[in-house]
């Protein structure tokens, strides 16, 4: 039976080792990639599609959102061809973004009506390349996530790493999953999830929340599913298996860190006097937030010398806002007249693409009558 070890030292490096082993590129469709632009925006992607015409501009063929490909050496790609690039949600750019001067934008705003787009509508592969790659006789997982068109409904036996209920971040989190037990299979660069089978039999039994149990290789047979964006397997059976010789995949290298987040605004304003006692109080952030992240890191005090019989501050609610990247905080009741309020963003408040922290933040101002 396979057994945990609960050392920490072993623990860290272990889970080191299998960070390691995550490709930096991701084989998916582009149908997820329209499906959950947040997770893929920032990454290597590579997609099997055919590349047409826009204008001035090409973009992957039958896609429900445009996605716009912009070459690195290459004019087009023939058919069945991998493209290769980064993939970037262009509403969660910054038309000024540095990181961007060499893109000419103009023509994008040409083709969509001329206006910068909403976040999760209009994509760009960036320094895209095309490598023929024809599908395998007998699919591998890498064939299954490029093209589950190919074997939706058909019988399937892969092999790949446990990774467990997505602990590694191989596939965007919340979909694929069916039940109880389902787990995800990792092989080079491609992920699927598998449903149907507990990953345990003879010789081993897996934890799917345990990153110990992550990196066990496992053999799958099933039949290939797929009722939204990506594919999973309906599995039958499940056993032990060997580490296959990998495809070599080519990685690029991945692009530069994006900046810290970084409060930009606030109402009231730092150092504000005669502000409004009944609020809401609104911070707005550089870069989209993880909304969940700020649960339990938002404080709301009096400072300075308090009057007698002064109440406490009153209690609050928080909301998130994904489109204006602003915190908004709401009272329960009107803040007390004339006193020095302070808001305090604690430690643990996260970007939501990266995870980059935001450094802890405080406001202060001054109530009116």
């Known amino acids: 039976m396979i057994r945990v070890l609960r050392v920490s030292g072993v623990l860290a490096l272990l889970s080191t080792a299998l960070w390691a082993q995550s490709a930096t590129r991701l084989a998916t469709t582009p149908e997820a990639l329209v499906a959950s632009p947040v997770f893929f925006h920032g990454k290597q992607i590579v997609v ?13 063929a039958n896609t429900s959102k445009p996605v716009f490909v912009f070459w690195r050496d290459s004019p087009s790609a023939p058919s069945n061809s991998e493209v290769r ?6 509403g969660r750019l910054e038309p000024t973004d540095p990181r961007f001067s060499g893109v000419h934008f103009q023509p994008i705003l040409e083709a969509i009506g001329g206006q910068w787009p909403a976040r999760d509508h209009v994509f760009m592969i960036l320094g895209a390349s095309a490598v023929q790659s024809p599908l395998p006789e007998d699919p591998t997982l890498r064939a299954l996530a490029l093209a589950p068109e190919r074997y939706i409904g058909k019988g399937v036996t892969v092999t790949g790493r446990f990774r467990g209920a997505n602990l590694l971040a191989d596939l965007p989190q919340g979909a694929g999953t069916k039940g109880r037990w389902d787990f995800v299979l990792q092989s080079a660069d491609a992920a699927i999830w598998v449903s149907g089978v507990r990953p345990r039999g003879r010789g081993f039994d897996l934890d799917i929340n345990s990153r110990m149990d992550a990196g066990h290789w496992l ?26 010789t990998e495809t070599v995949v080519e990685v690029a290298m991945p692009a530069p860190p994006q900046p810290v987040p970084e409060v930009v605004f606030s109402a009231p304003t730092a150092g504000e006097i005669d502000a409004d006692r009944a609020g809401p109080i609104r911070i707005q952030f550089s870069r989209d937030m993880d909304g969940k992240t700020f649960a339990a890191h938002v404080k709301l005090s009096y400072t300075g010398p308090a009057p007698a019989g002064a109440p406490a501050p009153p209690a609050f609610t928080i909301r998130y806002n994904d489109g204006t990247r602003g915190l908004e905080i709401r009272l329960s009741a009107p803040l007390d ?33």
Do not use: H, Q
């Open 48 to 60: 099997r599609r055919d590349v047409e015409p826009a204008g001035t501009l090409m973009r992957l």
């Open 85 to 90: 690039g980064e993939f970037w949600d262009m």
């Open 219 to 244: 053999k799958v047979a099933g039949t290939l599913r797929r009722d939204g964006a990506l594919p999973w397997i309906e599995a039958n059976s499940i056993a032990e298996a060997s580490a296959p």
């Open 337 to 369: 007249r004339f006193r020095s309020v302070k808001v305090d963003l604690l430690e643990g408040i996260l970007s939501a693409i990266d995870n980059r922290p935001l450094a802890p933040y405080s406001l202060t101002f001054t109530t009116g009558g």
